[in-house]
């Protein structure tokens, strides 16, 4: 089966940066997502990471060390509008009718401070 | 671009009463997803559809819960009855089928069911 850890809560204050973990169990991998979602918003999709390192998206990075089953996301120069829960997720790449399932973990609540 | 649309936004029903989902996709997505996320958690997997086919609906309850997906766009879920346990927000999701697509999906807005 598949398995996520993020922490539940995380705050920062505007201008910082902040590291949201995400450990994962799965009984395959191919990559690993982040998605944000704002209080009563839907999931927005924010990156992908199939292979080890860093991908930069503007003030979002997100890095995959598949060795460590670890990845994590950072945000850099924080504004209020980041607060907001940040979700990891995994996709299933067993065999059957659950490939490609997406496995989300169960989000942490980031909250900016002014 | 249109992104997905979800309807109603909002539903207050008692226990034992039906209710309906619509969704719509983004035009050119041939995969659509169904989830359902309780307060304070990600979103679970309710089924998935390549096109019209139910490709995976093992998380799906079947004696009350129902879905179909008529000529590969529009999507409905429905409860009958619904349990004050559904009281969720239940989210529809599309994407490509093909590359990186289940990792890259577009959510609508979702809907708000509660059971009273």
């Known amino acids: 089966g598949q398995s996520l850890e993020q922490p539940s809560e995380v705050t920062a204050v505007e201008g910082a940066i902040v590291q949201i973990n995400c450990t994962y169990q799965t009984s395959g991998f191919y990559g690993l997502s982040w998605y944000q979602q704002h209080d009563g918003g839907a999931p927005t999709f924010l990156s992908y990471?199939?292979?080890?390192g860093l991908e930069e998206t503007g003030r979002f990075s997100s890095f995959l060390s598949r060795s460590d089953s670890y990845g994590y996301l950072l945000l850099q120069e924080l504004q209020m509008k980041d607060s907001a829960s940040y979700f990891c997720?995994?996709?299933?790449?067993?065999?059957?009718?659950?490939?490609?399932?997406?496995?989300f973990g169960r989000g942490t609540q980031l909250t900016v401070w002014p | 671009e249109a992104g997905v649309v979800q309807s109603p936004r909002y539903k207050i029903i008692e226990k034992k009463q039906p209710v309906a989902f619509w969704c719509n996709p983004i035009s050119g997505h041939n995969t659509l997803y169904w989830y359902r996320q309780n307060l304070g958690q990600g979103p679970e997997l309710l089924i998935r559809y390549e096109n019209e086919e139910a490709v995976d609906d093992s998380q799906l309850p079947k004696d009350r819960f129902s879905a179909e997906r008529l000529k590969g766009v529009d999507s409905t879920l429905k409860i009958q009855p619904a349990e004050l346990g559904d009281s969720a927000v239940y989210l529809c999701a599309s994407s490509l089928t093909s590359g990186r697509g289940n990792y890259e999906q577009y959510f609508g807005p979702g809907t708000r069911l509660t059971v009273t």
């Open positions: 990471n199939a292979l080890d």
């Open positions: 997720a995994v996709r299933d790449e067993g065999r059957g009718s659950t490939l490609g399932r997406l496995y």
